[in-house]
């Protein structure tokens, strides 16, 4: 079975600064995607960033970027210029590749985070 | 707009009744999911539908029966309403084989009273 542990509940930061939340997994497959979703008080879930992995390049998006260490099982999110929008809760998530869960998405716990001005 | 649409957003119920969520995505997708959000924000799968196929059927309780009468429908009856059924209900859509993750519908809060 696969699991997604975010060790960090609650994180806080300032605007413009920089922020990296935590996520590790746990699988014995190789072939999968990781992606990290927002959800903002508005309740919708918004598909932030994602990376396959088998590609080593860190995926990047504009001011949200990730470290993938597929060896050590790390995969989290740095935010660059955080901005008061950014305030949501974070979740990681863990996408097997094929088999019989096609498409099952395992989530983390969530890391609520506040951009305060 | 393509997306993946829930009706209703809010579902206010007394305990004993019968009740469904509507879900409708218009992305052309092959598979569709309910996800249940607990008061602690955290998310986990009730089933998936592939083509009308049903592939994943969570460990839930059976006043649970997800009906999709074709692929791009995906709806969510619940009978005989419980107190801790009160959640909020995500329906989502993906293609297999896309890596791109889900498109989640906005969302439904049961709230039984």
């Known amino acids: 079975a696969q699991t997604v542990t975010q060790s960090q509940p609650e994180m806080s930061v300032q605007e413009a600064e920089t922020v990296t939340l935590s996520c590790t997994y746990d699988?014995?497959?190789?072939?999968?995607?990781l992606f990290w979703y927002k959800q903002p008080p508005s309740r919708q879930m918004i598909l932030v960033i994602r990376q396959e992995a088998y590609k080593q390049q860190n995926a990047t998006e504009n001011r949200f970027s990730v470290n993938f260490q597929k060896a050590a099982k790390s995969f989290s999110l740095k935010i660059s210029d955080s901005q008061l929008g950014d305030t949501a809760m974070y979740f990681c998530a863990f996408m097997k590749r094929g088999g019989s869960t096609l498409g099952r998405l395992y989530f983390g716990r969530g890391t609520q985070l506040t951009v305060w001005p | 707009d393509t997306a993946v649409s829930q009706t209703p957003k809010y579902l206010v119920t007394q305990m004993g009744n019968d009740k469904s969520i509507k879900c409708e995505q218009n992305l052309g997708h092959d598979t569709m999911y309910w996800y249940k959000q607990d008061s602690k924000k955290f998310l986990k799968i009730m089933f998936s539908?592939?083509?009308?196929?049903?592939?994943i059927n969570e460990t839930v309780p059976n006043r649970f029966s997800p009906k999709s009468p074709d692929k791009a429908h995906l709806n969510l009856h619940i009978n005989s309403l419980e107190l801790g059924d009160s959640a909020v209900y995500f329906c989502a859509s993906s293609q297999e084989g896309r890596a791109h993750g889900y498109t989640f519908g906005s969302g439904t809060r049961l709230t039984v009273v």
């Open positions: 699988t014995s497959e190789s072939n999968y995607y």
């Open positions: 539908y592939n083509n009308k196929e049903l592939i």
